[in-house]
């Protein structure tokens, strides 16, 4: 798939709370000019390797930028008694550290003590989206590493299991609208979904139906056979979509046909607005790029950190 740059919308300026215009597209060109190439080669790299690494990668910057803004505090070990947000029970099956790892490493050779933990992941995330044939577009950086990280504060991430109220007043905390739910849901069209995170769709759904009556039964009855009630297969799943590994619009098609993995995926059909902008990004990959690239912009404009780590893994 030929990788589309969105020029169009590269360099547009959201309203965000918290030093949102602090970030600029050119932040590290006089410091830094190379750290574009060395993220991109450390996420290329680790991807011709190992095919789940983009939805990784997508998945960690979010789950970094929903607890206390990108500040890269998704990054840092546990260390003593304090449980690091890599160790709560949302964030138990994130992987490929070890990219951002790379990359910090490349990048502290070349320009030391200069760019980020928390812009490395976002430049990662966007350079995950780009090989997987998805959009271009220039990511604002300056972002400062936070020192906090809490296994605790993983309540904080939207479930699988959410409702649509639940999720609109999770996304309009971090000061994201409707269409950015649905957009941002979009990244569900890269990775692999656990038993655990759909279990509730497929046994014991209510005192009436065993299995989600929205689900299309063919469907359900294959995730049934992967997923038995008494699941004992530690990493049995299956795929977010049917292209999992290249980011296109499948997601919001699967959607409408009663495809979906999660309930909240499901819950986007739940109310006129979002239902209609399912169907408009169903129907046009461009328009669902388009708003993609905005959402990511504004999600990653949420900052909180206060310095520059040398290791990822450790606060200085």
């Not at 995170?197 to 046994?203: D, L, T, V």
């Not at 919001?252 to 499901?266: A, E, P, R, V």
Request: proline share 5%; charged share 20%; aromatic share 8%.
């Amino acid at each position: 798939m030929d990788v589309v740059v969105a020029l169009s919308v590269a360099f547009l300026v959201f309203p965000f709370p918290s030093a949102a215009g602090a970030l600029s597209p050119s932040y590290y060109d006089d410091k830094c000019p190379q750290h574009k190439s060395i993220v991109w080669s450390a996420v290329e790299k680790a991807t011709s390797n190992d095919k789940t690494v983009p939805s990784a990668l997508l998945r960690m910057h979010f789950h970094d930028c929903f607890i206390r803004g990108c500040d890269g505090s998704v990054l840092l070990d546990t260390k003593g008694k304090n449980r690091a947000e890599k160790d709560g029970p949302p964030n138990i099956s994130l992987h490929a550290f070890y990219v951002i790892d790379n990359a910090k490493k490349a990048l502290e050779a070349e320009c030391p003590g200069v760019v980020s933990c928390a812009d490395i992941l976002a430049i990662a995330a966007r350079d995950a989206i780009v090989v997987s044939g998805g959009p271009y577009w220039e990511v604002p950086n300056g972002r400062k590493d936070g020192r906090v990280s809490l296994a605790s504060d993983t309540r904080q991430l939207p479930a699988p299991v959410s409702n649509i109220s639940q999720l609109k007043q999770s996304f309009g905390q971090k000061g994201l609208s409707a269409k950015d739910l649905v957009a941002l849901s979009g990244g569900h069209t890269l990775g692999f979904a656990h038993c655990s995170s759909f279990q509730n769709r497929i046994h014991n759904f209510n005192t009436t139906h065993d299995v989600d009556p929205t689900m299309n039964p063919s469907f359900a009855s294959g995730l049934r056979s992967v997923c038995p009630a008494h699941n004992k297969v530690r990493n049995a799943g299956a795929p977010l979509d049917s292209s999992n590994l290249i980011f296109d619009n499948a997601y919001y098609k699967l959607l409408l046909q009663g495809k979906s993995m999660f309930s909240s995926d499901q819950a986007l059909l739940a109310t006129p607005k979002t239902k209609a902008l399912v169907s408009k990004f169903a129907s046009s990959q461009k328009a669902f790029e388009r708003a993609f690239v905005n959402s990511m912009t504004k999600m990653s404009s949420l900052t909180g950190g206060e310095e520059i780590r040398r290791d990822c893994r450790v606060v200085n």
